[in-house]
């Protein structure tokens, strides 16, 4: 992943980053268990491009829900992968399952 894309390896750090950011947050929830590593290394690429086409906009975050529990249960997540839209550290849109590039853009258009 692009640098551009936070990847915090404990619920702590979340918050950090989370509190840190300037602007919207798109926290990219992933995992490592084999039913979702294709989705999630597809996922991976996806949210890198939007992270660094939004770069002046908005931060991305990859969590990682076997890492981050306290995270994954705060916002919601019950799967991977999974994009949350947080502004002013609120939920402001969620959506569950892989995405594509256009469907990525889609969503951050529709909730900005």
């Known amino acids: 992943m692009p640098r551009r894309v ?6 702590a750090e979340v918050d950090f980053v989370l ?3 300037q602007g919207p947050v798109l926290a990219y929830f992933s995992g490592t268990w084999p039913k979702a590593i294709e ?3 597809a996922m991976d690429l996806v949210v890198g491009r ?4 939004y770069a ?3 931060t991305a975050v990859k969590i990682d829900i076997t890492r981050c529990p306290e995270a ?3 916002y919601g ?3 991977a992968p999974t994009v949350v839209l947080l502004k002013e550290g609120e939920v402001a849109a969620r959506s569950a399952g892989p ?3 256009a469907e990525v853009r889609h969503f951050l258009l529709a909730h900005f």
């Open 19 to 21: 509190r840190m950011s």
């Open 50 to 53: 939007i992270a660094e086409e």
């Open 72 to 74: 994954t249960k705060r």
């Open 39 to 41: 989705a999630c290394r």
């Open 6 to 11: 936070h990847q915090p390896l404990e619920d």
């Open 77 to 79: 997540v019950t799967g």
């Open 99 to 101: 995405m594509t590039h």
């Open 56 to 58: 002046d906009l908005l």
